[in-house]
């Protein structure tokens, strides 16, 4: 029964991801080609600004809850994690309006409004841990859809401005986050609630659940750092231009970015409960990685060879050097893939230190090799220095490490060995008709 039901989350969270591509690729094409490169480059600054006040917003909240859900102090967790969540909104939407008044840019109130509704996120993290990921697709989908369908119409009806659209992202996140507490809220048969009648029982939690939190913010900070450092470096070293060259084909990657953390997502609680088994799940985990590095591979020559008609079909001529620049990016792609997935070992593990010390090495290597690549290369510099910082993250910075990472990698060997064994897609076979 667990089995179909991981199976079952699995399968309506990627059939939201396709619908989901399906539409906001629509939509960004459309978005793209009537904002033009210069504008374009401006939104995608200010949607990099946003992708990491969302990953300072969560700071690791959602993994611990993931992890610990299910025992018998459920609401205590759930009442503690709402007040670091809270806690830490009120920072980042102080921090959005001062920086708001300092630059004058309106860009920043989205954010702000962003943070107000942010501690409603727990919720969603609740529905994530009790395995109801289909029903947060279904409310993901919708919203998506909506989404994409308004951007399009704020371009047809000529106020596709820049700071109207990010508007649009942050409302998307918003009714996410308040049709989960009213989901929560409404369901009769939950065994928690949220209380602080207990405030002292809860604050002691809510201590216990920041140390355990806090390496992972910084690891997810460092990640998301790294999937938003090059466009912020772009954009202050070449200017919106370059950036708009280099978000339009990083738009079409961006997408897949979403695929590896869904499915660790839905197979994190299952994992979290079976890790007394080293064995047990050292062998699932090598299963999963061999499976990811297929997957990826497979995803990414298809699109590699058809990279330039991809970007000229889609954005048109004045996009074109976008090609290149997405035939580099999916390069790293199995790196990509393999990097989000094996966070499930971190985390299960309790390894967050180990997880920490690798993002910090391939966000380095981005930062110094865009240092030395954009000024020279511009989009397409930044793009190889983001195929070099994946593979440090994946591979280089725990053979760097090695004695850090011995099981891991031992792990990673096992998985690439599976490769090229006929019993791993005989495992693999059954596995899927296992269901």
């Not at 953390?261 to 088994?277: C, D, E, F, Y």
């Not at 985990?285 to 591979?297: E, G, K, N």
């Amino acid at each position: 029964m667990t089995r179909k039901r991981i199976f079952n989350n699995i399968a309506w969270m990627l059939m939201e991801r396709v619908i989901v591509t399906l539409a906001v690729l629509a939509s960004n094409i459309y978005v793209v080609r009537s904002l033009g490169v210069f504008r374009f480059g401006e939104l995608s600054y200010l949607l990099a600004i946003l992708g990491l006040v969302v990953v300072a917003a969560d700071f690791g909240l959602r993994r611990v809850l993931l992890v610990s859900f299910g025992r018998s102090a459920s609401g205590v967790l759930v009442s503690a994690t709402l007040l670091l969540k809270t806690v830490v909104a009120v920072l980042l939407g102080a921090a959005s309006y001062v920086a708001f008044l300092q630059s004058g840019e309106a860009g920043f109130l989205a954010l702000v409004l962003f943070c107000v509704f942010a501690p409603l996120e727990v919720y969603a993290f609740v529905m994530q841990a009790e395995l109801r990921n289909d029903l947060l697709a279904k409310i993901r989908t919708g919203l998506a859809l909506a989404g994409a369908g308004g951007r399009v119409w704020l371009c047809l009806e000529g106020m596709c401005s820049v700071n109207a659209l990010l508007l649009t992202y942050v409302v998307q996140s918003v009714l996410l986050f308040l049709a989960a507490w009213a989901w929560t809220a409404s369901d009769d048969k939950k065994n928690w609630r949220v209380s602080f009648s207990h405030f002292s029982r809860v604050w002691r939690l809510s201590k216990i659940i920041f140390s355990k939190s806090i390496y992972f913010f910084f690891s997810m900070l460092i990640i998301q750092a790294h999937y938003r450092v090059d466009q912020i470096m772009i954009s202050k070293i070449a200017g919106s231009t370059e950036l708009g060259i280099y978000s339009a084909a990083y738009k079409l990657v961006e997408q897949l970015l979403m695929i590896p953390a869904i499915i660790s997502a839905v197979l994190l609680p299952q994992m979290a409960l079976n890790r007394k088994n080293r064995e047990l799940t050292q062998n699932r985990l090598s299963m999963i990685y061999s499976t990811t590095i297929l997957a990826s591979i497979a995803v990414a020559i298809p699109v590699m060879l058809m990279a330039d008609p991809l970007i000229r079909l889609a954005f048109g001529a004045e996009f074109s050097a976008a090609g290149g620049v997405l035939f580099y990016l999916m390069l790293g792609v199995p790196f990509l893939f393999l990097a989000n997935m094996s966070g499930l070992y971190f985390t299960v593990f309790g390894q967050e230190r180990q997880a920490f010390i690798r993002n910090v090495s391939g966000l380095a290597v981005n930062v110094a090799l865009n240092l030395f690549m954009i000024p020279r290369y511009g989009a397409t510099g930044a793009a190889l220095s983001t195929v070099a910082s994946y593979f440090m993250v994946a591979i280089g910075a725990e053979l760097i490490f090695w004695t850090r990472f011995r099981e891991h990698l031992g792990i990673k060997w096992t998985a690439t060995r599976n490769l090229f064994r006929i019993v791993f897609y005989k495992e693999l076979v059954h596995v899927l008709r296992g269901r």
